[in-house]
Nanobody, 130 residues
Framework: QLELVESGGGLVRPGGSLRLSCAAS????????IGWFRQAPGKEGKEREG???????????TYADSVKGRFTISRDAAKNTVYLQMKSLKPEDTAVYYC????????????????????WGKGTLVTVSS
């Protein structure tokens, strides 16, 4: 059974940094791509925004335009964990961040939509505020 658990969220000031973790179990990272999605407060029920994804089998990483140059996705195969390093955070980055496992081809040169994921974590809240 595929399972994902996010951690690392919290309150940070604008311009600050946070690192999110997505621990995977029930599969290894070379079998699925992993993506980070987010949903801002007040937008529950609407489509989650794709932030970044990684296909570890070919070392492909993809980013949404809104986070390029500020966020970095990476993975630790030994820990079966994917990370999202977030820098220069802005108030508009405030959201619940979810990680998801997807077919590897979903993580292409473009960010996938939230549909067709094989598994989701429960999310971790990131609040950027002074």
């Amino acid at each position: 059974q595929l399972e994902l658990v996010e951690s690392g969220g919290g309150l940070v000031r604008p311009g600050g940094s946070l690192r999110l973790s997505c621990a995977a179990s029930g599969f290894t990272l070379d079998k699925y791509a992993i993506g980070w999605f987010r949903q801002a407060p007040g937008k529950e029920g609407k489509e989650r925004e794709g932030v970044s994804c990684i296909d570890s089998s070919i070392d492909r990483t993809t980013y949404a335009d809104s986070v390029k140059g500020r966020f970095t996705i990476s993975r630790d195969a030994a820990k079966n964990t994917v990370y999202l390093q977030m820098k220069s955070l802005k108030p508009e980055d405030t959201a619940v961040y979810y990680c998801a496992a997807m077919p590897r081809y979903y993580c292409s040169e473009y960010m996938p939509t939230e549909y067709g994921m094989n598994a989701w974590g429960k999310g971790t809240l990131v609040t950027v505020s002074s």
